[in-house]
Structure formats: C-alpha cells, structure tokens
C-alpha cells in the first residue's frame, strides 16, 4: 500500500436529480472519469441523505429522517475514520438541515456552516452564539469576535448576520454558492493534506423565484411576483383548486408555472456547475492526487404523476441523483460509465476504505460503492418518511382531501435492482404493507404486473409499520401515529 494518502473532497449537490445533468446543462460532471447513471438518494431529502453520507447506513438503520432528529457522534463514522487517520476534517455550507446544529459537526476540525449568513470567510458562526436577543446576549457576542481568531471579519460577519436577522427577512431560500466556494477555497489554501471536505451546494434548491443573478437579466418583474405568488411549501397540491390569482395572472395553470419554475432549477445548475468547474480547474495543480466526488443528495419534481418536491416521493425524478468522481491522477483511471445502481450510503462506506488506506485504485474504489450499496439480497435501498408538514393541522383545514394527505403522509422503502424496482409502503391505521413493482428510467417508473414481490427485512419491516398498536385504538389514528413519528 501507498503512503500517500489522498485528501477527499466531496459536494453534495443539494436537490440536484440526474434526468437535469445533461451536457447542455452540467458540461463540467460530464468531462470527470467515473458516471454513475444509477446513483440513488439513500434519503428524500437532505437530513437522511447526508446522515446516510456520514453513516455509511441506510435511514433504516441510522434513523435521522425526521427534522427533530440528529445525527449521533456513533453514527458519524465517515469524519470518524478521517480524523483517527490523520485527516483534517471539515464541513461547508449554508443549508441548516447540514449544519452542526443537526450533529453533522461530531468529529470535525471546521463546522464551517451558516455561511448565508457570513460575508467574509471566517470559521466562527455569530448565529451560534445568540440564542436570543438581550443585553447579555449582545456582550457574549461581542466578547466571542473580540477573543476569536481574525477579529475585524468576525465583526463584520456578526453585523451582517444581525442584519439578516432584524431587518432583511427575506423569504426566498438563500443560495450564495459563490461564498461557500470562497469559504472552501480559503481552508484548503491554508492547510496541509489530507484533508476531508464535505461542501453543500444549495444552488439547485428550491425556491425557484429568479435566474442566477451571474447568468442573465432578472425576469420582467410581473413574472417575478407570480412565481413568488405560488406556495413553496407546496400543500396546495393537496386541493383541486386552480391557481391563486397571483400564479395565473401570468401562468395558464399549474403545469406551466412548474415548467417556469423548472427551467430555473436547470439555470441554478448550470450555475452550480460552473462554479464546481471554477473550483476544480483552481486546484488542478495543487491538489491532482486528491479524490473528487460529487453527488446530489436527492432530487425534485415539478408535477411528475402529479407530484413536485421530494420529501414524499420515490419516484426517480425524486431519488435517481448524479454521482461523478475525479480519482487521484496516480490511480490512472480511464473514462468510464457505470450502470450498476449504488446509493449514498455506499458512497458513504467507500469512502472510509479510502481514507483508511485500503483503496487505492480506480476499480477498487468502484467496486466497494457496488458492494457497500447492496444489502445481503443485491438491492439498494432507498426511503421515504413521508412529508414535513404539520399533518393534523392540515386534517382540520376543509381545502384538503384527507384521504390525499394519508397517501402521501407515509413511510416507504424501495428495493432497486438492476431489473426492477419493488416499493412497499404501509397505511397509517393498518399494520398492513403494500408493495408495488416498477422499472425505472431516469425521467419516469413503469408498473409491472402483478407479481409476487419478495420479503422485506424484519428491520424494514418494523421500521414500515413502527407505530401501528393493534391493543391501543386511539393511538393508531393516523394524528397520533403522525405525532408518535415527529410529524407534529
């Protein structure tokens, strides 16, 4: 074995579905040497996808799907490895679901996050050091920037910050992948290999309002307000309404204001390529025998079978991500395309090997993503816990078809194999598990006919129907079973 151990850099890029990274729209990922065609989301959304990263585990068994959950410093095992083998380690981003704050700083030198909310790199976060807004409060802040290292940026970062707080409400998700960048490129300029790098690029993420200011003109202003006009929490879906009057004003119905909104996410991505590509021809020189691995961590919908969002689905729109990876120059790797389905999570374990100093080749490397992305029984597992909403409080609004709102407010797993997909799912009120089998491409799932699926797993399976108490009535409605679960 080699002594050289290679820094890992990985990018999560936050929403971004493989059917978008076409060549038009993410020229960069295409020239890399490895493509996964089948890579899938081990979570929905970010929170389980990332603990999936960092765990090496399906959500099944690492357990981080809802959002009062956090990931356990036993289950950070990928920052774990980095720092037991001499690794500096550290995480970058301005998405709050991949923040210390979800336990996603256990074992990291840099929890470089709240970065929306800091002007200038720096590693100490103000808004961690307020809980509230008080005399007191103000003087412990002030004495963190004053004692802390680089004292003038950590003092415009906390005026920044307080502004953003007090003043600048601003309702659109952030998206500075220009700064996280600098922030990324500022701790690898200072620091000595290896080094572990996670960065969240949430350029791709909902909401869709506007083009990237670096890419063109701002739409006309009329079409700005209508895309704000339509809810981005999306529980309109859960109506046959038509439109609020601030969406058809300029848009026909729903279908075109979720093609508007889609050609934005495509510009987003450009605009997240592009700055991936930025990074990458900077540090060609320096870092060629680092490892570089990029990868969404779920996708997005925009009206697929009546759908839009993730979160909920499992449909490929939601879950088949790109995965792309530029190995150590030293590893010699040939272009090459790969078809075989692998999942997060097997990216996750992979990864530990090579920084544990047990891969250091291109096929190695490729077959650990297969082997660790399969269960015992050749599948790769992907799920679904169902939507962040407050579920009761939408049970109690007459807009609403409850039994819409139980359909999607559902656990499900899917088993993906080369051939099929096999998706069980449980009802809230019934112990009963349902199963469906599809084929999948990247842009659409075909249902087979009726066949006998195989069993789950015993831990599947009591994950599926966890809160289902057949001697206790009241606590199997479905509110209760939902604030059991931490929907509420």
């Known amino acids: 074995m080699s002594n050289v151990k290679p820094s890992?850099?990985?990018?999560?890029?936050d929403c971004l579905r493989a059917s978008t990274c076409t060549e038009r729209i993410t020229p960069f990922l295409h020239t890399l040497p490895l493509q996964w065609t089948r890579c899938y989301s081990s979570g929905t959304w970010t929170l389980p996808s990332h603990a999936s990263l960092f765990?090496?585990?399906?959500?099944?068994?690492?357990?981080?799907?809802?959002?009062?959950?956090?990931?356990?410093?036993?289950?950070?095992?990928?920052?774990?490895?980095?720092?037991?083998?001499?690794?500096t380690t550290a995480i970058f981003s301005e998405n709050p679901t991949f923040s210390s704050s979800m336990g996603f700083n256990h074992y990291i030198d840099v929890p470089n996050d709240d970065i929306h909310r800091k002007l200038l790199p720096s590693e100490f976060s103000p808004v961690k050091s307020v809980e509230e807004i008080s005399v007191n409060e103000a003087v412990s802040l002030a004495t963190e920037v004053i004692t802390r290292p680089n004292r003038l940026r950590n003092t415009v970062n906390a005026a920044y910050a307080t502004?953003?707080?007090?003043?600048?409400?601003?309702?659109?998700?952030?998206?500075?992948?220009?700064?996280?960048?600098?922030?990324?490129?500022?701790?690898?300029?200072?620091?000595?290999?290896?080094?572990?790098?996670?960065?969240?690029?949430l350029d791709p993420h909902n909401p869709y309002h506007d083009t990237p200011p670096e890419m063109k003109e701002s739409r006309p202003q009329p079409e700005l307000e209508a895309l704000r006009a339509g809810d981005d929490n999306r529980i309109y879906l859960l109506t046959s309404e038509d439109p609020p009057e601030g969406v058809s004003s300029i848009y026909d119905g729903w279908e075109s204001f979720f093609h508007a909104q889609e050609s934005i996410y495509e510009e987003y991505a450009q605009e997240a390529d592009r700055l991936l590509q930025e990074w990458h021809n900077a540090q060609t020189n320096r870092f060629k025998e680092d490892l570089v691995v990029i990868l969404g961590d779920h996708g997005q919908l925009f009206g697929a079978e009546e759908m839009v969002g993730h979160h909920t689905s499992l449909h490929p729109h939601g879950i088949n991500v790109p995965l792309?990876?530029?190995?150590?120059?030293?590893?010699?790797?040939?272009?090459?395309?790969?078809?075989?389905?692998?999942?997060?999570?097997?990216?996750?374990?992979?990864?530990?090997n090579v920084i544990a100093g047990e891969i250091e080749t291109t096929k190695e490397l490729v077959n650990n993503i297969s082997y660790y992305s399969q269960d015992s029984n050749g599948a790769v597992i992907a799920c679904a816990d169902g939507p962040t909403w407050s579920?009761?409080?939408?049970?109690?609004?007459?807009?609403?078809?409850?039994?819409?709102?139980?359909?999607?407010?559902?656990?499900?797993?899917?088993?993906?194999?080369?051939?099929?997909?096999?998706?069980y799912r449980s009802p809230w009120d019934t112990e009963t598990i349902e199963s469906t089998s599809f084929t999948y491409t990247q842009d659409a799932r075909n249902s087979v006919p009726e066949r006998d699926t195989p069993p789950i797993t015993d831990d599947a399976e009591e994950w599926l129907v966890q809160m289902y108490n057949p001697e206790n009535e009241q606590r199997n409605t479905v509110d209760a079973r939902l604030e059991a679960l931490g929907y509420v």
């Open 324 to 352: 792309a990876i530029d190995p150590p120059h030293n590893w010699k790797t040939p272009t090459k395309a790969i078809d075989t389905p692998v999942s997060t999570a097997g990216v996750g374990c992979a990864l530990m």
């Open 55 to 87: 765990s090496g585990q399906c959500p099944i068994n690492h357990g981080v799907t809802r959002s009062s959950d956090t990931l356990s410093k036993g289950d950070a095992n990928l920052p774990k490895t980095a720092q037991e083998n001499g690794y």
């Open 391 to 423: 579920i009761p409080a939408l049970h109690e609004d007459d807009r609403f078809d409850d039994s819409l709102i139980d359909k999607l407010a559902v656990r499900k797993v899917a088993y993906i194999r080369d051939e099929r997909v096999d998706i």
């Open 8 to 13: 890992v850099h990985v990018f999560t890029l």
């Open 163 to 201: 502004y953003r707080e007090l003043f600048n409400q601003d309702p659109s998700y952030p998206h500075h992948g220009e700064r996280i960048f600098n922030h990324l490129k500022s701790f690898t300029s200072q620091r000595t290999a290896p080094m572990l790098t996670v960065t969240n690029v």
